[in-house]
């Protein structure tokens, strides 16, 4: 079906895919929408790294291991764990009765495919199979894992919950090569997705995998647990229009709107028959990227000069106000609250704030008065407020400002160009990152420091490297988190980029609605009444 022909079916003005008002309790009951932050462009978790897209693929595949509210790795599609060999060898059982959604069994062979295709895209990943001699089934219900050096973070590569998850998928499907698109979902996760109804732009429909075995023990969290779902189906419509969604959601034509906009949060926690809560504990995080590549921030001292002017107070209530509640400042290069959060060097952003001390730095530092190119993003407004916020910074402190305002499609193609400004090149730009992203050194794309493979920006950063790598070996938590405290020190110094600030981006629902997990849209445990 085509978006146009979709879009002309609908009986609601601008909303695509909802039902009439009339909607008939016993629908009710079996049918729950909801509305996404935004499409999902791809909807292969191994080749898109987006948000939606990792929400969507939660849905349709399972992961060996889950995250639970601690952010601790634990089984999920595995049944039992057996390290042998000084930590060399790891032998992981599969649950029985794990079925895919074309009737075949999950086999140990099509685990170990669908780990090796997402190895090969995904950092953590990646730095587990560098660190694996085999991978291999050892008959249909054991994977082994034969190390080359210790890998005691094995279950938090396989069951990490941020993009790009590892989702374990027939291996008929995981033999497609990495970078090419998988079109066809099949996955043994609790939810069909409905390839017929899909609506590219307007609509995503899923229904009920009755052949789904939730596990039989523990509590539903973030990602974890038993995944009991108590909907037939589940529809999400995509409705650009913020008021449009406002209005689908107060009237019930909706059941669920993921990412209201701040504005018209107090309208909606005015209504009764709304619930309005903070879904994601580790909220959004403020990154200001650098382009190591060209002058003027090929010059660490100039990047440091530009972190002491950086008062992530005014950063974050540009873009949500006044209320506390919604934002902290003080944030380092690890999200707060999760367990590599430190104090470390954080006087750099914490200590007294004096912009005429950093612009003599930017003297100091030798910058020339070259051009400063800033990527602003004019359709997308808390991105386009930071923006503003960092043109008008750098012009306080010295910098001769080229303010280049586009569209955020346009901007994410732009920042590919490693070409000087005077080819279309850039200096500096933007974004948020959600808080589990920043949670851990394997994860964390924004602090790395391996040049080119790091992605826009570039930067080189041989000794944050090395910490990375022995965070990944280290044998347990004590270290680990002296080695990430470390590795912030390290980030201060080198400045791979610069943290404005967390803020917490809330979402709302119909009352009637219980069971909404922690973290992401999570659409099992959820009941109505």
């Not at 146009?4 to 909303?15: D, N, P, Y």
């Not at 440091?304 to 008062?311: E, H, K, S, T």
């Not at 992530?312 to 006044?322: C, K, L, N, P, S």
């Not at 022995?470 to 110094?493: C, G, V």
Request: aromatic share 10%; proline share 7%.
């Amino acid at each position: 079906m085509r978006r146009r022909e979709f879009l002309k079916g609908s009986a609601a003005l601008g909303v695509a895919a909802i039902a009439a008002p009339a909607v008939i309790a016993a629908e009710r009951q079996r049918v729950l929408k909801f509305v996404p932050q935004t499409d999902v462009a791809g909807l292969d978790p191994v080749w898109t790294p987006t948000y939606p897209a990792r929400d969507h693929s939660l849905m349709v595949f399972d992961t060996l291991f889950a995250q639970d509210d601690s952010y601790r790795a634990v089984p999920q599609m595995v049944d039992g764990v057996v390290t042998e060999n000084d930590g060399l060898t790891w032998k992981l059982t599969l649950r029985p009765g794990l079925v895919f959604h074309d009737g075949s069994p999950v086999l140990a062979r099509d685990c170990v495919a669908s780990i090796q295709r997402w190895a090969k895209r995904d950092s953590f990943g990646g730095a587990l199979m560098a660190a694996t001699n085999e991978l291999s089934a050892a008959d249909d219900k054991t994977i082994v894992f034969s190390l080359k050096r210790p890998f005691p973070l094995l279950p938090d590569a396989l069951g990490k919950s941020y993009p790009r998850i590892c989702p374990m998928m027939p291996e008929r499907l995981a033999k497609t090569d990495a970078f090419t698109q998988i079109t066809e979902m099949v996955g043994s996760g609790p939810f069909k997705f409905v390839a017929n109804e899909r609506v590219a732009g307007a609509r995503l429909v899923y229904e009920r995998f009755d052949g789904y075995v939730p596990r039989p023990n523990g509590t539903a969290q973030w990602t974890s647990g038993p995944k009991v779902v108590h909907f037939d189906r589940v529809e999400w419509t995509i409705i650009p229009d913020p008021s449009t969604a406002f209005s689908a959601l107060k009237s019930g034509e909706i059941d669920w709107w993921w990412t209201p906009d701040a504005d018209l949060l107090p309208a909606l926690r005015g209504d009764k028959s709304v619930n309005v809560r903070v879904a994601d504990p580790t909220g959004q995080i403020g990154t200001l990227r650098f382009n190591h590549l060209i002058a003027p921030f090929n010059n660490a001292a100039l990047r440091r000069a530009v972190l002491g002017a950086i008062d992530q107070r005014d950063f974050m209530t540009a873009i949500v106000g006044d209320d506390k509640t919604l934002w902290h400042d003080g944030v380092g290069y690890f999200c707060p609250g999760t367990p590599y959060a430190s104090d470390a060097g954080m006087a750099a952003l914490t200590g007294p704030r004096d912009l005429e001390k950093s612009k003599a730095a930017v003297k100091a530092a030798g910058y020339n008065g070259e051009k400063v190119v800033v990527l602003a993003p004019a359709d997308i407004p808390n991105l386009k407020a930071l923006a503003d916020m960092t043109a008008d910074m750098l012009t306080k402190i010295g910098f001769n400002v080229d303010y280049q305002a586009m569209g955020w499609g346009a901007l994410v193609q732009r920042r590919f160009k490693e070409d000087p400004v005077e080819q279309g090149g850039w200096n500096i730009f933007s974004t948020f990152w959600s808080g589990m992203d920043q949670s851990t050194p394997a994860g964390h794309a924004f602090i790395r420091g391996n040049g080119k493979p790091t992605g826009p920006g570039w930067p080189t950063a041989p000794k944050i490297e090395a910490l990375r790598d022995a965070w990944l070996a280290a044998s347990d938590e004590a270290t680990r988190k002296k080695i990430a405290a470390d590795m912030q020190l390290q980030a201060f110094e080198d400045v791979p980029y610069a943290p404005l600030g967390q803020y917490f981006f809330a979402t709302a629902h119909r009352a009637d609605l219980t069971g909404m997990l922690n973290g992401l849209p999570a659409f099992w445990n959820v009941k109505r009444g």
